[in-house]
């Protein structure tokens, strides 16, 4: 059953594609200009496009709704990001295992995660809650955290960790574990001689892939993110909030995610009773999204596991999900209308991140040229130098006016491309794409309606050799990226 939302989405494509708006810029909203455009002539050079807003929220990876490993994750409207907890000995129960032990486990466990464009977030464990839930090696004395021999093989564990995980790309992000019940660090806390080893074990292991820690007063001085396991708790907002806010601006390099709380305290008062209550209720849901934009959460847990499948959940979630994470507004594009082979061309466009946060990873942006009837690639190269973990949202957050008081800056993108003599001479559909490093994969899309199912973005037509008439899309039907379940990435 298609949303309300969704449906509504549809019409405004098949609008867009009526009016020739394509052209125009329609602000904050997905509604595209009511008047038509005239076509851009190819004379008219170089060609700017200001792409309209896509209004709804994107399945984007590395942010949003995160579930727990399993089944039915692949099934749930924005989740690609999946946490799992890993028991010590499920991964080494003797000095004599190796790097192996973890891989093949690692390799049973995240099957099939790439195919449904999934990255896991894993922690490990010590102890769960109970006594007899204690998992420390067997050749390990249970419940010990602090003899010299532990702290060995503390040390080794997460040096093969980082071996094994560090380029893994199905890892998005860790969190550190091990210390404490659920690896929360409390129960016991962390000591300052646990944080220093520990630290300086997971800054040195880890060169890639972000490391989340339990509490925003431990580990200072590393630049940890934090997995807050009661999010926007009514009782913690003092304490896990102020002190989440205090550290800032940890949040431009190191990701705020976490778990909303169901099961302790005064939860009803906020964030609710269960996922449900969070994402209908306006007072619940208006609550956590301020809470998301005030600290800049990139991801939460627990919360979404709301019922798919009543309409009110779905209509709440996407609300939600469009505040979480990065959101890059394409504001404009330029490029030639014409492009002579064998001759370097400017193509330069403009961005802004409307969501919460950075985006944490290096991952390249292509520009592309595709054949005007199959949307086929038939060209491709990358802006070079380009870092969109430098794209940055606003701050300062308004809940009351719901806006950055601390507007984002766009950042400008600028890149100089040459086509061979001998590619062939023709028109074609000049695209955009942000690609995953693994396979080289669009993955991450922009929120603008000109989508093709497949992950890029048509920006205008374009004449190699040749005058291509017009460098607008007017009869070219775009996609919905809200429907596209195509896009995956190579482990």
């Known amino acids: 059953m298609k949303t309300s939302a969704h449906l509504m989405s549809r019409r405004r494509f098949a609008s867009v594609v009526a009016t020739g708006a394509w052209m125009g810029w329609a602000g904050k909203s997905a509604v595209p200009l009511a008047a038509p455009k005239p076509a851009v002539r ?72 790439a195919e449904a464009n999934l990255k896991v977030i894993p922690r490990v464990y010590l102890h769960w809650s109970a006594e007899n839930e204690k998992y420390w090696p067997a050749d390990l004395r249970s419940g010990d955290y602090t003899s010299a021999e532990f702290r060995h093989r503390l040390m080794r564990l997460v040096g093969r960790l980082g071996a094994c995980w560090d380029t893994d790309p199905r890892v998005a992000y860790v969190q550190m574990g091990l210390i404490g019940k659920w690896g929360e660090h409390h129960d016991p806390d962390v000591s300052d001689e646990m944080q220093r080893l520990l630290g300086q074990a997971f800054t040195q292991a880890f060169k890639r892939k972000p490391v989340m820690v339990r509490h925003p007063w431990d580990f200072q001085g590393f630049n940890f993110g934090i997995y807050w396991d009661s999010f926007a708790h009514v009782d913690q907002m003092k304490t896990h909030g102020v002190a989440i806010e205090a550290i800032s601006p940890r949040w431009k390099t190191a990701p705020i995610g976490g778990e909303v709380a169901y099961d302790w305290g005064h939860y009803q008062i906020q964030p609710g009773k269960n996922p449900d209550d969070t994402v209908i209720d306006a007072g619940h849901r208006t609550h956590l999204i301020n809470t998301i934009r005030r600290l800049h959460a990139n991801h939460l847990g627990w919360v979404a596991d709301y019922s798919r499948q009543l309409p009110a959940t779905r209509v709440g979630a996407e609300e939600v999900q469009r505040a979480f994470g990065y ?83 766009p950042i400008r993108i600028q890149g100089e491309f040459s086509l061979p003599p001998s590619f062939p001479k023709g ?35 374009i004449g190699v050799d040749m005058d291509p008439g017009r460098v607008d899309l007017g009869g070219i039907t775009f996609d919905d990226p809200a429907l596209d379940r195509t896009l995956h990435y190579l482990a």
């Open 42 to 113: 190819a004379t008219d050079d170089p060609v700017v496009v200001r792409p309209i807003e896509y209004g709804l929220a994107l399945r984007n990876p590395l942010m949003g709704f995160r579930p727990e490993l399993g089944p039915k994750a692949s099934e749930h409207d924005y989740a690609t990001l999946v946490r799992q907890y890993i028991r010590w000995n499920q991964i080494e129960n003797a000095e004599s295992d190796g790097d192996d032990r973890i891989r093949k486990f690692c390799h049973n466990s995240w099957h099939g995660l």
């Open 327 to 409: 959101r890059f507004q394409l504001d404009q594009v330029t490029f030639p209308a014409q492009w002579p082979r064998g001759k370097p061309v400017q193509i330069g466009l403009q961005v802004r991140n409307l969501g919460s946060t950075p985006f944490y990873s290096d991952w390249p942006l292509e520009v592309s040229l595709l054949d005007m009837e199959s949307r086929s690639v038939t060209w491709a190269a990358d802006f070079g130098g380009t870092d969109l973990r430098q794209c940055l949202p606003g701050d300062d957050w308004d809940a009351d006016g719901q806006h950055y008081r601390i507007e984002p800056d």
């Open 427 to 461: 028109r074609y559909v000049l695209a955009l794409a942000i690609l995953d490093p693994a396979g080289r994969r669009p993955s991450a899309r922009f929120s603008t309606v000109q989508y093709f199912t497949g992950g890029r973005h048509p920006i205008g037509q």
